[in-house]
């Protein structure tokens, strides 16, 4: 593991802005159908569009569904969780040369996918993160989005159809359109992104390749994950959220939110234990 979180915690990777592989949000038949949308909408193919409408607005030049080959020493390697704390190279996702699906003129760009696929820097992903926490008004880029349209992402989306959450990898209170979202803040419990400690609309979303954004508006709190794992939930599943209660905890009303949350489940257990 000590060389898996070297490689991750090098500074090289924002020096020379590294490619990550960062799958677009989630991958639902839904999500796919929306790309197919947006093509037939907007006449222009699902790359373009979103170049045109979302990367090239919020400054992220090196987002995108393919790679060019004389940026291919920039990609970076990725694993496959194994097992607990356990990890080996993934042959496929993590090919760092030109048997790469994302490189240029390969199917994998030519055909990109409403439901993931993205490929992005991490000074790209946390421009994504920060216009989120900053409600769509970051650095003075024009507004992409209405503030209802912003409202909507963040929003319960289940509650208003009689659903609730079904199972997931990540622990969410509920969903919005862009993926998990908190609707109870303040409530006790293990939820992303960081527990009682997150505010109202707090929203995030993890990738195929581990890869994590959350933002929390509220709190004007962008955060973002650049862990390179395919299965990261069989070596690491916690680290999302233990990695997210730990940047809240940095705040001093955020930690006492924490603290209060955890005294809640704490004492839920003894009265639970109590009964039993």
Known sequence: MKSWYADLRNESLWREERFLAIPNNCSLLSIELL????????????????????FEPLGMPDTGFEIPEHALGRFTRCYRGTGPNRFEDDAMVGACDASTPWLRGKPQGQ?????????????????????????????????????????????????????????????????????????????????????????????????VAGTFFAADPEHGLALVLYTQE?????????????????????????????????????????LYTAWE
């Open 230 to 270: 395919v299965n990261y939930f069989l070596s690491s599943q916690s680290l999302r959220l233990s990695l997210c209660r730990q940047a809240h905890g940095v705040f001093p009303d955020l930690r006492q939110r924490l603290e209060a949350g955890r005294a809640r489940e704490a004492s839920k257990l003894m």
């Open 111 to 207: 055909r990109p996918s409403g439901g993931g696929g993205l490929l992005s820097t991490a000074r790209d992903f946390l421009r994504f993160a920060e216009w989120l926490a900053t409600d769509g008004r970051l650095d003075g880029v024009p507004a992409l989005l209405s503030r209802e349209s912003m409202a909507a992402l963040r929003s319960d989306q289940l509650r208003g159809m009689g659903a609730g959450a079904g199972p997931c990898f990540d622990p969410f209170q509920s969903f919005g359109l862009l993926g998990g979202v908190v609707c109870s803040p303040g409530e006790g419990g293990d939820y992303l992104p960081a527990g009682a400690a997150s505010g109202l609309g707090a929203t995030g979303w993890g990738g």
């Open 35 to 54: 790309g197919g949308v947006l093509e037939e909408v907007s006449g222009q193919a699902l790359g373009r569009f979103l170049e045109a409408s979302l």
